[in-house]
């Protein structure tokens, strides 16, 4: 029943790269089979970026890169060095909550807390390239982030919120 | 009340939108082990022999584990302890573990496991309830009650056969409730930590940190007092982490094996496996009305598919037949349910734990009936109530009931009246109500001490610390913690640390199942709050000279009633106080009122109170295509007090999601080939859950119908809102399209079928048309409250495991 497999490990290679990550750059060595997501939660200690699936079906992982949303559970973490990388962690500032985040908390957006993140960073993407979406387009645009906690009634709410606070800023 | 009943941020919201809140797989320690399990890949088979020398031959590997060395047994029953941390002898469905590597990180040792040989004897596969009653052997556990039967349940409370005969109308249906899965996002996760002085520390996402740390004690067969369960938040629980689970006690083991932390984050497929979803049940109910519809006598009967272990099933099987009564008034009741075991991954309580099923039954039947009698069905169901303050025919004492209320307000808001029946065909109504325990009332093993306790630290600071062992798993347990505190100490919920869920720091709470969290540990936290103001308010009195009962406690000030000005701040009292009697600290605790039931069985359905629920749902059916969509529900929901309106309406909202998709397509179930019993989807993308895009609108009303027994008044929120809708969606799916689709989900495919028979001339309806030919023991007969009853049985036979009383 044993299936003849070698002992020996297989070579490990690893590759070097420089990877900006909420505007701070950070250099790191790494195995070349490593998602983005593993870098960042294991690499860089940024576990406020969750993980659902690891099979891109779920959204729990979305990151930006380069302002867009991607699934960092499936995005090779070598195809975005010297890339602008945005997680969870730098949309806060000394001066308080962006206003997405501050939005969610106010509105209960947030149950379990561990969808959060991603959902907080495809609304980001959502609302710099539209800054009053629709309902429609807001269900849209978190489609491919799935909550087991509330409805996504209270996430559209928050999303509108924080599009009437960005806008009148 | 100045905190109580107003909407706010919860305490842990910034933690939540910052990415600042650790979850079990964000936590890592030095020298830490990365763990995996081997898991079966066969249903049903025999261990001859398991090789693991390859294994731990890869360089990387620290150690590799095997049954052989966890032999003793658990289960989160105590009736039921079937369960081994990794299979000894045999393995009972396809994902069962059966070994564990520790290795220096996740990929070693998934390569690890590849290289583990084990040699298997395949046995025959029970692969559903129809098989498990033919197939007795081979038996998956010496302890069931009847071959493959798991447990037999048979009660009769009053005439039901008498009571049957004096009906203007008896109906008899049978309907099927597919089984499906929490999937909560996060996927579980545990870290176990072994120190040299021989004490242990695991951190799981666990929503019983304390029914974990006595499984951990039994099967390490350690001293209690040398384990630590620090259960940390959980990323949605449903009920999917109230078991103890092989996973977590493996990586203890590997830890005190290896004297290094060891860490396992189960991969998604590996979370469909540890299950303990939703069961399966087929119902066969007959239910005598008379001309009003009013109930005379109710029969039911239910078949669970229980899966390969028992985890909470005994109860769960109780449950599919304990809160019909609450609901409606039902003067004669007779319940008989079996629960089998089959070789797929074990079912147990999921969100309203075995309550949906026959909720959906019920509510489907009383539709057929209204529609037989020419009755409104909302109306109907509003004269027919459980009224307040009563005890029903099995023995459950009823305290507020505000269901009328909820009808009231949905059917005035969804225009149901004036659109029930008259919509154009595709379009339809439905209705359905329903009822929940807010906790239960018996603690999972027996014992007579508190089910949740609080402990309260002030200091000088003015800051209070609350403990406790309830554990937050999205539902705000630990904000209303922290309201309740604020609330009777008259600070703000921000000056309150909340410390939760450390099997060595806080006082026990049972956990964060049954709807017991809000009720319990806020009736604790009350008592503590209320002895911590008692020492404030007394040193206070005799410093200030203000008569005791005038010291008031409000506005992060503790003052005279009649001289507001006269005070002092709430920091100032506590060091008045700290003067007067060194550190202050006072502690609270709960235990739910005895339930008068003393029959066997009557240990499952009672509660300090019960919420109630109303949805009307509103479909678009697409005849050609089956396709069942749903724009809007509107639920009514009576909740005795909301703690905090945003939550409590969140936790509607999220009930509401998760019913639906229940109703539409949630579902458990297994491929065709190797006997049904190969799971057909452990996938995020298989396993269909409402997106964004079929999320309906809802709109919410609570109802606040105070019961004595909550804090504040306060009843459950969190499980009970689910439980009308796919009924709801049912009977609305017979409005629009005047077929009965009899079963859940409510396929696009059930209802073409449903169509298709109507279009051949017959009853139009797709649904089971039968149940198992299965002879149920003589029933125990115990007298309702209406016919002079004791609460026990008749015959006063004794009785053990789930009884009221021992």
């Known amino acids: 029943m044993t299936q003849p497999i070698s002992i020996e490990p297989p070579v490990r290679r690893t590759l070097h790269g420089t990877f900006t990550v909420n505007g701070e750059r950070h250099e790191v060595a790494f195995a070349p089979h490593k998602t983005l997501l593993e870098l960042l939660r294991e690499d860089l200690a940024l576990t406020g970026t969750k993980h659902g699936c690891e099979l891109g079906e779920c959204g729990t992982c979305t990151v930006l890169v380069n302002g867009m949303p991607i699934l960092s559970c499936l995005a090779l973490a070598r195809a975005h060095m010297n890339q602008e990388i945005e997680t969870v962690e730098g949309m806060a500032s000394a001066s308080g909550l962006h206003p997405i985040q501050d939005a969610f908390a106010k509105l209960g957006a947030a149950q379990c807390g561990y969808c959060t993140p991603g959902f907080l960073l495809a609304a980001q993407a959502l609302l710099a390239e539209n800054p009053d979406p629709s309902r429609d387009e807001i269900k849209e645009a978190l489609g491919g982030n799935l909550c087991r906690c509330t409805g996504y009634l209270k996430i559209f709410e928050a999303v509108e919120l924080a599009a009437k606070e960005l806008r009148e800023r | ?806």
């Open chain 2, 1 to 806: 009340m100045r905190v109580v009943g107003t909407s706010r941020r919860k305490v842990d919201a910034a933690a939540k939108v910052t990415g600042e809140l650790r979850f079990a797989d964000d936590l890592s320690l030095p020298r830490m082990l990365h763990c995996k399990l081997l898991r079966s890949r066969y249903p049903h088979a025999r261990i001859v022999s398991i090789d693991t020398s390859r294994a731990e031959a890869l360089p990387g590997v620290i150690a590799v584990m095997t049954g052989k060395e966890l032999p003793i047994p658990f289960g989160i029953l105590p009736i039921s302890q079937d369960e081994h941390a990794l299979a000894p002898d045999r393995v009972r469905f396809v994902g069962d573990p059966v070994a564990a590597v520790a290795a220096l990180d996740e990929d070693v040792a998934a390569e690890a496991c590849k290289l583990i040989g084990v040699t298997y004897e395949e046995l025959p596969a029970v692969a559903s309830i129809d098989d498990a009653l033919a197939n007795p052997e081979p038996q998956l556990h010496d302890y069931a009650d009847d071959g493959n039967v798991h447990k037999v349940i048979s009660l009769d409370f009053g005439d039901v056969d008498d009571a049957m005969a004096a009906a203007d109308l008896v109906r008899e249906d049978v309907f099927f409730y597919e089984g499906n899965t929490h999937l909560p996002m996060e996927q579980h996760a545990s870290l176990a930590q072994w120190s040299t002085d021989g004490k242990l520390t695991v951190w799981s996402s666990t929503q019983t940190p304390h029914y974990l740390h006595r499984a951990l004690a039994k099967v390490l067969e350690m001293d209690p007092a040398h384990v630590r369960v620090i259960a940390t938040p959980n990323g949605g629980g449903f009920g999917g982490k109230s078991d103890p689970f092989g996973h977590e006690i493996v990586v203890a083991a590997l830890a005190r094996k290896t004297g290094r932390p060891v860490k396992i984050a189960l991969t998604r497929e590996e979370v469909f496996y540890c299950h303990r979803g939703r069961h399966p049940v087929l119902m066969w109910i007959r239910t005598g009305v008379k001309r009003d519809g009013s109930i005379v006598a109710m029969d039911f009967k239910s078949f669970l598919d229980g899966g390969a272990y028992g985890s909470y099933g005994v109860a769960s099987a109780y449950y599919t037949g304990a809160l019909q009564t609450v609901t409606y008034e039902v003067p004669a009741y007779r319940f008989r349910g079996i629960r089998v075991f089959t070789n797929k991954p074990p079912c147990g309580p999921k969100r309203g734990h075995g309550t949906p099923q026959p909720r959906f039954a019920v509510e489907c039947q009383l539709d057929k009936i209204a529609e037989e009698l020419e009755l409104d069905p909302a109306e109907m169901r509003k004269h027919i109530l459980q009224p307040a303050d009563s005890v029903t025919a099995n023995w459950l004492r009823i305290g507020s009931m505000g269901l009328g209320r909820c009808i009231d307000a949905v059917v005035e808001a969804s225009g149901w009246k004036e659109r029930h029946r008259k919509l154009p065909f595709g379009r339809g109504l439905g209705i359905a109500c329903s009822s929940y325990i807010t906790g239960a009332g018996l603690p999972i093993y027996w014992n007579s001490m508190p089910h949740s306790s609080v402990q309260l630290k002030l200091d000088r600071s003015g800051g209070v610390a609350a403990f406790c062992g309830s554990i937050d798993i999205g539902q705000g347990s630990d904000s209303v913690l922290a309201y309740i505190v604020a609330e009777v100490l008259g600070i703000d919920p921000l000056d309150i640390r909340v410390v939760t869920g450390d099997t060595d720091l806080t006082p026990i709470d049972l956990g964060s199942y049954s709807s017991r969290v809000t009720l319990m540990t806020g009736n604790a936290a009350i008592q503590a709050a209320e002895r911590a103001r008692d020492i404030i308010s007394g040193a206070v009195s005799e410093k200030l000279g203000i008569p005791r009962d005038r010291v008031v406690f409000a506005g992060r000030r503790v003052f005279d009633s009649e001289d507001p000005e006269k005070g002092v701040s709430f920091a100032e009292a506590v060091q008045i106080a700290e003067t007067r009697h060194g550190a202050i600290g006072a502690t609270g605790s709960y235990r739910p009122p005895r339930s008068p039931g003393r029959y066997k069985g009557a240990g499952v359905g009672p509660s300090p109170a019960y919420s109630y629920s109303c949805a009307v749902a509103e479909v678009e059916v697409d005849p050609s295509t089956g396709i069942v969509r749903v724009p809007k529900v509107w639920i009514g929901h009576d909740i005795g007090q909301a703690i905090n309106p945003l939550l409590a309406i969140g936790q509607v909202e999220g009930s509401v999601y998760m019913g639906l998709g229940e109703a539409l397509m949630e579902e458990m179930t297994y491929r065709d080939k190797q006997r049904h019993v190969v799971h057909h989807h452990p996938s995020m993308l298989e396993y269909k859950s409402i997106t964004t895009h079929e999320m309906c609108d809802v709109e919410t009303f609570l109802i606040e119908d105070p019961d004595p027994n909550g804090p504040f008044g306060a009843k459950e929120v969190g499980q009970g809102p689910l439980l009308p809708l796919p009924p709801a969606v049912a009977n609305a799916v017979y409005d629009a399209v005047g077929v009965r689709v009899d079963e859940v989900p409510i396929s696009p495919q059930a209802v073409l079928r449903a169509l298709k028979d109507k279009m051949r001339g017959k009853e139009g309806r797709h649904g089971p048309a039968r149940i198992p030919d299965y002879a149920f023991p003589e029933p125990a007969r115990i007298l309702t409250p209406a016919q002079g009853g004791t609460g026990r049985e008749a015959d006063e036979r004794a009785h053990s495991e789930v009884g009221g009383e021992r």
